[in-house]
């Protein structure tokens, strides 16, 4: 919040880019390899989503959950095409009900994972346990460990600039609440992750420090391998359309970050133009104790300047609640993306060198070992996951900005609505003063 001192939270406890090309559009790769080249298979498969709105849920978040864009009057004006009516959905997630605990050696925050399903794999239909964000990290390693092939959405970044931010005011911990919710229900929306054994176990174990004891899973051995086969051994070519999506998130990246950066800046001039208002309004109330005629139309300015300082505390609120979590989110997203197209030339990288070493035996028609088909397999896994998962989150990534920017572009006109409202006031107060002389 931008005014008032942080709120505290319940304790337990003892207390003491519109120009930049799609990455799948294919008019970059033609160009590459001449015009007269024909797009392979995967290509147009690609295109023809990237021409699309495709109607996919919002993250998977049901109606009366938090959302990034507001519930405003140019929202309700606005029908989205993004409904998702007459999909089945079998598994509900919420996160909700912060608590902050004290104990002897630390202090942390736990929230309430609430589990609706008729799923066969959850012995009982609702599931209610407490997890703590370090919880949610052994989770996501869980999930990269176990699908490798997947993108794992990202998690709100733990750390904070102790002294600038308050890790237990009700502010931050609502943020990360929203963020934590949304990251369950990205995985819960998505046809792979949300079958996955540790997830079952995150949203149902009521002790999950017994699994996080386990230790390394055996595939981070195998992917420990795979970089020891891979390590001397360099990658020759990414496909074209896989080359096309590391550049896009390369300056999709860029640009997010930019517009964080100023739009941070903007929030932090706003406070301090904030700050200036509160204290301008009031020299027009003191004032008008020394004047006559003058002193209602003063006092009249006074509470308009008041009205447009809670106007502009509401929309830096909104600005930094809703817009900041979304723009980061998202720039972490293409960080996790990165490390997927990282993991696929490494198989790639690996098929290569083993092919490469069954054509320099001395044989006429060497016989392909069942290793190197394993790993062909592999890649061609690793290829068909990684393009439908980007599918999916160009989908995502649509209907999240144009909610988001919806919602900036409504609580700008109500700012702006709300100042003009304030100063039209006191109008008639100035007229009747003439009017009386």
Known sequence: MAGGPPKALPSTGPHSLRDM???????????????????????????????????????GTPAGTSSPASSSSLLNRLQLDDDIDGETRDLFVVVDDPKKHVCTMETYITYRITTKSTRVEFDLPEYSVRRRYQDFDWLRSKLEESQPTHLIPPLPEKFVVKGVVDRFSEEFVETRRKA????????TDHPVLSFNEHFNIFLTAKDLNIYKKQGIALLTRMGESVKHVTGGYKLRTRPLEFAAIGDYLDTFALKLGTIDRIAQRIIKEEIEYLVELREYGPVYSTWSALEGELAEPLEGVSACIGNCSTALEELTDD???????????????????????????????????????????????????????????????FNADLKADMERWQNNKRQDFRQLLMGMADKNIQYYEKCLMAWESIIPLLQEKQEAK
């Open 180 to 187: 934590l919710d949304k990251f369950l229900k990205r995985i």
């Open 21 to 59: 090309p799609h990455p799948l559009a294919g008019s970059s790769s033609e160009e590459a390899v001449g015009g007269d080249s024909t797009p392979s298979p995967d290509l147009l498969m690609a295109r023809s989503f990237a021409d699309k709105d495709l109607i996919l849920p919002n993250g």
């Open 319 to 381: 600005m930094t609640e809703d817009f900041l979590p979304v723009l980061r989110e998202y720039i972490l997203y293409s960080d996790s993306m990165k490390s997927v197209l990282k993991k696929r030339d490494q198989v790639q990288a690996e098929y290569e060198a083993k092919l490469e070493a069954v054509a320099l035996r001395k044989e006429d028609r060497p016989k392909v070992p069942a290793d190197v088909e394993k790993c062909q397999d592999r890649m061609e896994c």
